[in-house]
């Protein structure tokens, strides 16, 4: 059975930092399309940052470009999203994600396997 558990969410000032995690169990994390999704009070769910099988590609959305970074951490089978200069706008319920059908893009509905999430507030 497929787990994934995000934690390090949490309440800080713009321009702070924090780094989101998500354990993963069940499945090789290297192996499939991952990635971090945010939705905020009263949007849609969209796409943050994806990495692909491997490690070897990432994408970011142009709002967190340069700022966040995802990452694998093969040893601890865990996804890691760091991110820098955060930005009131961050603020939303942060979900890791994985893609089983070999494909690799932020389409929410086609990615098998969600985590609970984990809330971040960025204030002003």
């Known amino acids: 059975q497929v787990q994934l558990v995000e934690s390090g969410g949490g309440s800080v000032q713009a321009g702070g930092s924090l780094r989101l995690s998500c354990a993963v169990s069940?499945?090789?994390?290297?192996?499939?399309?991952m990635g971090w999704f945010r939705q905020a009070l009263g949007k849609q769910r969209e796409g943050v940052a994806l990495i692909w099988p491997g490690g070897g590609r990432t994408y970011y959305d142009a709002s967190v470009k340069g700022r966040f970074t995802i990452s694998q951490d093969s040893a601890k089978n865990t996804l890691v999203l760091d991110m820098n200069i955060l930005k009131p706008e961050d603020t939303a319920m942060y979900y890791c994600a994985a893609r089983v059908d070999g494909y690799c893009n932020t389409d929410a509905r086609s990615h098998a396997h969600w985590g609970q999430g984990t809330q971040v507030t960025v204030s002003s």
């Open positions: 069940g499945m090789d994390v290297s192996n499939v399309c």
